[in-house]
């Protein structure tokens, strides 16, 4: 069972940045696309990054130019930069790696906070 693992959350004042990271168990090669998604309480999750096995990324227009993803390939870890945060980015992050049509993990998750 792949397992991915994210760190990097806690509580941050608005206008501050995190780092998350998310470590795969296995080789992140295997997957053709892995990602952050992000669900705030009362909210649907919804997608925050992707990051394809060649680097292609893709990221909605509410978090171009505030949020980067990339990927170490040596280190099977994805990383999730955030700069400029509002109390709005205030979710659990989850990662996500797609390995095809009908298979798809979840790390656990964590909290981040953006507040005064």
């Known amino acids: 069972q792949v397992q991915l693992v994210e760190s990097g959350g806690g509580l941050v004042q608005p206008g501050g940045s995190l780092r998350l990271s998310c470590a795969a168990s296995?080789?992140?090669?295997?997957?053709?696309?892995m990602g952050w998604y992000r669900q705030a309480p009362g909210k649907q999750r919804e997608l925050v990054a992707t990051?394809?096995?060649?680097?292609?990324?893709n990221l909605p227009d509410f978090v171009k130019g505030r949020f980067t993803i990339s990927r170490d390939n040596a280190k099977n870890t994805v990383f999730l930069q955030m700069n400029s945060l509002t109390p709005e980015d205030t979710a659990v992050y989850y990662c996500?790696?797609?390995?095809?049509?009908?298979?798809?993990?979840w790390g656990q998750g964590t909290q981040v906070t953006v507040s005064s």
């Open positions: 296995e080789s992140i090669f295997t997957f053709y696309a």
């Open positions: 990051i394809s096995s060649v680097g292609s990324t």
């Open positions: 996500n790696a797609q390995r095809d049509a009908f298979r798809t993990y």
